[in-house]
């Protein structure tokens, strides 16, 4: 059974800093892509950050030189470090596991930026 558990979100100040987690059972997580995305209300869901299985990584224009994705592939866990939030980016986030046609979702994880 393949899942994604993610963690780290909360309620932060303007500014401040948190870091998602994103850790994988039930498939081989090393020669998957991961991705976090994230989805405010009444928006849909968009692309915040990618990190191929060659390390790779995409950012979107959005979050570029505020936030940074990692893998640590010997803990089958994703992460993103996310600093100078800013309230434009509250949203659920949501992890995701992708090779060709496997196509996988963690449940979210919700961040609010507000003082």
């Known amino acids: 059974q393949v899942q994604l558990v993610e963690s780290g979100g909360g309620l932060v100040q303007p500014g401040g800093s948190l870091r998602l987690s994103c850790v994988t059972s039930g498939i081989m997580f090393r020669i998957y892509d991961m991705g976090w995305y994230r989805q405010a209300p009444g928006k849909q869901r968009e692309l915040v950050a990618q990190i191929t299985r060659y390390t790779i990584t995409n950012y979107a224009d959005s979050v570029k030189d505020r936030f940074t994705i990692s893998r640590d592939n010997a803990k089958n866990t994703a992460y993103l470090q996310m600093n100078n939030l800013k309230p434009e980016d509250t949203a659920v986030y949501y992890c995701?596991?992708?090779?060709?046609?496997?196509?996988?979702w963690g449940q979210g994880t919700q961040v609010t930026v507000s003082s």
């Open positions: 995701n596991a992708k090779k060709m046609i496997s196509d996988y």
